[in-house]
Nanobody, 120 residues
Framework: QVQLVESGGGLVQPGGSLRLSCAAS????????MGWYRQAPGNERELVATITKDGSTNYAGSVKGRFTISRDSAKNTVSLQMNSLKPEDTAVYYC??????????????WGQGTQVTVSS
């Protein structure tokens, strides 16, 4: 069955950069609209960035100009390049999106999350 697997999280200093990756694995055939969300302890999960099947992107105002979402549909992968990181970017980052298999229409999936910590 389908899984979304995030990687690339870690600890980085303010002003630093990280690149997160999300791979649709298992029986994934195609990916549709995809996005990155984040959730800090005690907070609601919030949208960070989205990318449509044709590559159109949208960003939360707090990350616009600093983060870049991209996709490689042939590899069923979506990435988030995070530059000029701030302490308030600290959160668990989740990959989300629509994935199809040979046996099913598009369904929505969530990854398990990857921790991003921005601290001196």
């Amino acid at each position: 069955q389908v899984q979304l697997v995030e990687s690339g999280g870690g600890l980085v200093q303010p002003g630093g950069s990280l690149r997160l990756s999300c791979a649709a694995s298992g029986s994934a055939f195609n990916i549709g609209a995809m996005g990155w969300y984040r959730q800090a302890p005690g907070n609601e999960r919030e949208l960070v960035a989205t990318i449509t099947k044709d590559g159109s992107t949208n960003y939360a105002g707090s990350v616009k100009g600093r983060f870049t979402i991209s996709r490689d549909s042939a590899k069923n992968t979506v990435s988030l390049q995070m530059n000029s990181l701030k302490p308030e970017d600290t959160a668990v980052y989740y990959c989300n999106g629509d994935v199809s298999t040979y046996r099913s229409v598009f369904k929505n999936y969530w990854g398990q999350g990857t921790q991003v910590t921005v601290s001196s």
